[in-house]
């Protein structure tokens, strides 16, 4: 049996992510890395009252994760670092036409505190796609988007005026996944990309599939 290429055999090239022109800065600096970082999100589909995450890096290390408070008044989502700490909590804004959630740092619900917000881009959408606005923009033009692809199975997180790729995630399907009734996704945030905001982006996105009945 021949091994190694022959000669004019092509060999499958390496994918290079170009860096992002400046850093995006969200959640905080010491969560940016000058590689990609790998994730993996996996989530109980059904636990009462709760919807939690956990969140770790290639060697299964915990990196983050999510609780929730699903019976309170308006639904929360807390992103918290590996020891617990909240970084931002997510808050679902009920009775808006298009499906709001805002970001708050820490456990906090003031104004001054509000880091972004993500709407529904179209009222009526077959695949999910998000406008991501920073607290400090007023305007029309979102910050980031999130597309989605057809079956809710990949994503791409876009800077907003741009087509510049920030990550990407897809849902992972395996018999494991299946016998332990758990949702996992694999995601791939570029480098000098804040990945704490990627991961919280996620959530919410995972948030909106699972919630499209009514009036979105």
Known sequence: MATGHAPGNPIPAVRTYPPVEHPVVVIGPQYLAQYPVELGVSTKLWTLGENDFKVSDINGTLIFQ?????????????????????????????????????????????EKDL?????????????????????????????????????????????????????????????????????????TVYPNVDYAFIVALVVILDEINADRSGED
């Open 115 to 187: 880091l972004f917000t993500a709407k529904k881009s179209k009222l009526f959408q077959f695949k999910t796609e998000l406008d991501v606005f920073l607290a400090n923009n007023k305007g029309e033009v979102p910050d980031f988007k999130v597309k989605g692809g057809y079956g809710e199975s990949s994503c791409s997180i876009l800077l907003g005026d741009s087509n510049a790729m920030l990550a990407q995630m897809h849902r992972l399907h395996s018999l494991t996944t299946m016998i332990l009734d758990t949702d996992s996704f694999g995601v």
């Open 66 to 110: 999510v609780k929730s408070k699903l019976l309170s008044l308006h639904d929360r989502r807390f992103l918290k670092d590996a020891a617990g700490n909240t970084l931002v909590n997510l808050r679902q804004k009920i009775r808006t036409m298009h499906r709001r959630w805002e970001a708050f740092r820490g456990e906090s619900k003031e």
